[in-house]
């Protein structure tokens, strides 16, 4: 029911690419197992929400032990990879990268770079970075690896840029996080870059998790933002109000789902978010008004009917009294 619900938003929204796109994890000796679960239970995630995401576990050889003692079988071999596939390095025990044990094969590299040049987006999770540094895709690069490993990271390749307070870093097509838990930040900001933040917020929920972003990043996502508290019930409000994002939506109704009163809800939800439940609905109405402008074909009328406000009138004053200019001016700004 829940991913039925997640699904429908979605659909709404209009935001679904039907595309299949592989996410290939390199998988090398001694992974750490967070690193590759948390990317790979997002694109999961994901993929259950009605993108064709397709994950592929590959290596150089068919079974590879973990950091932890659990062994993987049945790996697929390093095959080639075109430019609509993601290629994600988790990381290894940091032991492995210092004394490059079993790590600095020709092949991986070699194969790391022919998928840089095929295009493909490349990620890494933690000491990940290390492969691509070997690779020599880091040169020239912001980039970012685990707190333990930067010195290291960056003695070993003085020509990456390595930053040492970012969670994780986008510089061109590739992508470096600085590690464990960071892994799943860093797959939630693909996601939004690949599909926007309504999709990636309805990954994040179910994944109970909320994006996180270094200083460099833009602001967050409206459906990302007001989510670190921890009031169960202002979540479950906020998670009504995304999912009913273009529907009417009163107080009573909403009271009636969180089991408070008007008054208390009102209340709770200023406290947690600072805004009102009627300012957080326009506040993802509007954010989703902004993926409607793109469409040319869309008339702003049209805008207006598919996001649920009361009409063009209504839609064109809060997004004035938001942005400083009408809808009109917005979409021919960024035409």
């Not at 979605?10 to 197992?33: K, S």
């Amino acid at each position: 029911m829940v991913l039925e619900a997640f699904r429908s938003t979605i659909q709404r929204a209009g935001v679904l690419d039907t595309r299949e796109r592989r996410v290939l994890f390199l998988v090398l000796p001694q992974v750490n197992l967070l690193d590759l679960a948390g990317p790979a239970q997002a694109f999961h995630v994901a993929e259950r929400l009605g993108i064709p995401y397709k994950l592929v576990f590959c290596a150089n050889r068919p079974e590879i032990s973990s950091a932890q003692g659990l062994v993987f079988a049945r790996l697929q071999p390093l095959e080639p990879v075109s430019a609509d596939d993601l290629v994600i390095v988790p990381g290894l025990q940091f032991g492995e990268v210092k004394t490059g044990n079993r790590f600095w094969e020709p092949a991986i590299s070699q194969w790391l770079r022919q998928a840089y040049d095929a295009g493909a987006l490349i990620a890494s999770v933690c000491t990940g970075a290390f492969a691509l540094g070997e690779a020599g895709l880091l040169n020239e690069r912001r980039c970012t690896t685990h707190w333990i490993a930067v010195a290291d990271l960056q003695t070993r390749y003085p020509r990456a840029r390595v930053l040492d307070t970012a969670l994780f870093v986008h510089d061109g097509k590739i992508t470096t996080s600085a590690g464990i838990a960071s892994g799943i930040d860093m797959a939630l900001s693909l996601l939004e870059q690949q599909h926007g933040p309504l999709f990636t917020a309805q990954v994040a929920r179910y994944l109970v998790v909320y994006m996180r972003r270094n200083g460099s990043q833009p602001q967050d996502s409206i459906y990302l933002q007001y989510r670190t508290h921890l009031n169960p019930a202002v979540h479950q409000a906020q998670d009504h109000l995304i999912q009913h994002v273009a529907e009417p939506v009163s107080l009573k109704s909403l009271a009636e789902v969180t089991h408070l009163s008007i008054r208390s809800l009102t209340r709770s939800f200023k406290e947690a978010t600072g805004l009102t439940p009627v300012q957080y609905h326009q506040s993802l109405q509007l954010e989703l008004a902004a993926t409607f402008l793109h469409d040319p074909g869309l008339s702003i009328e049209e805008v207006a009917r598919k996001c649920g406000f009361e009409d063009a009138r209504h839609f064109r004053r809060l997004w004035h009294r938001a942005f400083g200019a009408s809808p009109s001016m917005s979409r021919s700004l960024h035409a």
